[in-house]
């Protein structure tokens, strides 16, 4: 029976990832923590005075500045911090809801971001919203055994952790997940139902180790199976707690 291998949770949209054991789901919500906050870019029309959720073409992201794939993050729940670290910057803990904090931030992100595209201005958040890819409240699954049938197309090894996925899934025929389009998959006490398949970009060539672009995963896609998607993502339609090892039904 397919299981839940890992947990993760990106709380600043493409600038970090955490893998977390456990998760409490609310229906109607996404990951708690998950793209909280996202990174206005200089020609952002981000509205401050009335945030909501924007499209991904007004944040910096990894498909234009690879090197922020190789950043990592530790959220602190209890105080609200975040931690950053990245190869390249010293490790830094901010308030992201501060003044300061998000200052600091765009401080210690800039020599990271591609210069030659736009760059980050301001750490923003839109309460209630996660600023995922959809325009609802998802979260997105990735099956190891697709993940592991691009690896054979490239030909070599590359890290889960470029899908940026939420919950990734073991026990799974390869691409047996896109036949859940549709149906809804209980997982301990939550429930989810799938959605939509997850069109990929840009970002999934650069190393999470490096930010170095090394893999050409969309010419595998494409090549191997006509088209540019890996994962789909889900919306949490019943409440509970989520853990990892946890098996999936479908209902």
């Known amino acids: 029976m397919p299981r839940i291998a890992e947990i993760w949770r990106h709380p600043i949209k493409a600038h970090g990832r955490e893998q977390i054991d456990q998760v409490q789901l609310t229906a109607g919500e996404c990951l708690p923590w998950d793209r909280r906050w996202a990174v206005a870019h200089e020609r ?46 010293p490790d830094i803990t901010i308030d992201p809801d501060s003044h300061d904090g998000a200052a600091r931030f765009i401080q210690w992100v800039t020599p990271i971001s591609n210069g030659n595209r736009m760059l980050p201005a301001r750490l923003v958040r839109a309460p209630g919203t996660a600023m995922t890819d959809t325009d609802f409240a998802s979260v997105s699954l990735i099956n190891l055994a697709t993940h592991r049938a691009v690896e054979a197309q490239l030909g070599h090894e590359i890290s889960t952790s470029r899908w940026r996925g939420n919950l990734l899934l073991d026990g799974l025929e390869a691409w047996g997940e896109m036949d859940w389009i549709g149906k809804t998959l209980r997982i301990g006490a939550a429930e989810l139902e799938i959605k939509e398949r997850i069109t990929r970009c840009m970002a999934t060539t650069a190393n999470p180790e490096t930010g170095e672009r090394d893999a050409d995963t969309l010419g595998a896609l494409k090549s191997g199976w006509g088209h540019q998607d890996c994962g789909v993502y889900g919306v949490v339609t019943k409440s509970g707690l989520l853990s990892q090892g946890n098996e999936i039904e479908v209902v």
Do not use: M, N, Y
């Not at 009335?50 to 910096?60: A, D, K, L, M, T």
């Not at 990592?72 to 190869?87: C, K």
């Open 44 to 89: 952002s029309c981000f509205d401050t005075e009335h945030p909501r959720w924007q499209p991904c073409g007004e944040f910096s992201r990894g498909a234009k500045s690879p090197r922020l794939q190789a950043i990592r993050s530790r959220v602190d729940p209890g105080q609200g911090h975040l931690t950053l670290s990245h190869p390249e910057r």
